[in-house]
């Protein structure tokens, strides 16, 4: 397989929860030994939303200190804040003078958040995509481990490279790709019995890696079930096949079929189920969030991993823009 050149970026937004970590997280892990891999914290996109200084700083450690504490080496790939690199707002520029109003307003994800946050449409806002375009395209990448939500940006990344080439006549930028790893994308379901785990569901409807064991068990306590099988061997209802779902990660073989088993013959008692999943859980956790804790309190090691990630990002980046301020006529005399 050849070696693919490998961007993402996530909004610090707050802690990291199991289905960040074992869909996005730990495919990261795997795939910065197996290609060039940048990883950053998006913290210039987070300000669209107008954090407060102390809330913004707190986020971004937090996410490094998660990040390092799942697996990321930052000998093995370049993990770097993007408010470290001003290339990105250099290119991000550049490229707006290439972007059109029409086709940004049309953007699902502006037209959502114009709608939800009327107050506060700002410019900003309104070229996010061609922020992440900047993001993607400084290093040339090729691939880019996204969600599904996110391939109308990727595909305006792929629109705002290829003008840039086709408007100097240069072949600067590659097409960046959706990258999935392995066959199919994991989805991690809630704890409320809805889809699939996510924050803006709420604290109740995700376990975070830093959870303590109480946490977890109060919060496994509280997953939503229903009344009980009402009749043997049929299909369990989704919430309660949710926390089968998650029962198959976190624990044995004939742990899960002993509750199914239990589950077809109408005898499951969902206390038992639940807090039999709230011990595994708790086990399958307690490694990152000992890790998590170590690392907490390290700030010398943070500093030396943010100094060599920008180091390192910053020159792929200052080649790619050089190209570009070149062939936009930047020449210096
Ligand atoms: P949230 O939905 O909690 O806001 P994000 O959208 O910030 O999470 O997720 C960041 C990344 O984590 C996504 O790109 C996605 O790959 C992964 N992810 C988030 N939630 C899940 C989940 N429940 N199952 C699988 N992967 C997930
Ligand atoms: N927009 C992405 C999200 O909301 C985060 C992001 C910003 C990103 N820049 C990126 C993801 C570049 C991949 C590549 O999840």
Redesign the pocket.
């Known amino acids: 397989m050849s070696k693919e050149i490998i961007v993402?970026g996530?909004?610090p937004?707050g802690n990291?929860?199991?289905?960040?970590?074992?869909?996005?997280?730990q495919?990261f892990v795997k795939m910065q030994y197996e290609h060039n891999c940048y990883f950053f914290i998006a913290d210039y996109h987070s300000l669209t939303t107008h954090p407060n200084p102390q809330d913004l700083h707190q986020n971004v450690r937090q996410v490094l200190v998660e990040y390092l504490a799942c697996g990321l080496n930052p000998d093995a790939c370049t993990l770097y804040v993007q408010s470290d690199l001003p290339q990105i707002p250099e290119l991000y520029m550049l490229l707006n003078m290439h972007a059109y109003m029409g086709e940004l307003e049309r953007v699902a994800s502006f037209k959502e958040k114009a709608r939800t946050q009327p107050n506060n449409i700002n410019a900003g806002l309104l070229t996010y995509p061609v922020l992440m375009a900047a993001d993607i395209i400084i290093h040339k990448a090729t691939k880019v481990?996204?969600?599904k939500?996110?391939e109308q940006h990727l595909e305006m990344a792929r629109t705002f490279g290829n003008r840039f080439n086709r408007m100097y006549g240069k072949d600067i930028f590659p097409e960046p790709y959706a990258f999935n790893f392995g066959k199919e994308?994991?989805?991690?379901?809630?704890l409320q019995g809805g889809?699939?785990?996510?924050?803006?569901?709420g604290d109740n409807n995700?376990i975070n890696l830093i959870d303590s064991p109480e946490l977890i068990r109060k919060k496994m306590s509280r997953a939503v079930t229903d009344t009980g099988p009402s009749e043997p061997n049929t299909a369990p209802s989704a919430p309660v096949q949710n926390l089968f779902d998650l029962m198959k990660i976190v624990s044995t073989e004939d742990k899960l079929t002993f509750y199914q088993q239990a589950y077809a013959n109408c005898n499951i008692r969902y206390g038992d189920f639940k807090k039999d999943l709230a011990e595994d859980m708790v086990t399958f956790l307690t490694p990152v969030r000992e890790k998590i804790a170590d690392i907490q309190s390290n700030n010398e090691l943070l500093k030396k991993v943010a100094k060599i990630g920008k180091e390192k990002a910053a020159e792929s980046a200052d080649k790619t823009l050089a190209e570009c301020r070149e062939a936009i006529g930047f020449r210096g005399f």
Do not use: C, E
């Not at 199991?18 to 869909?23: A, C, P, Q, R, T």
């Not at 889809?195 to 569901?201: F, I, L, T, V």
């Open positions: 993402s996530i909004r937004t990291l929860h199991l289905g960040n970590y074992l869909g996005a997280v495919n481990p996204v969600g939500d996110q994308l994991v989805k991690i379901p809630g889809g699939k785990m996510s924050k803006s569901d995700v």
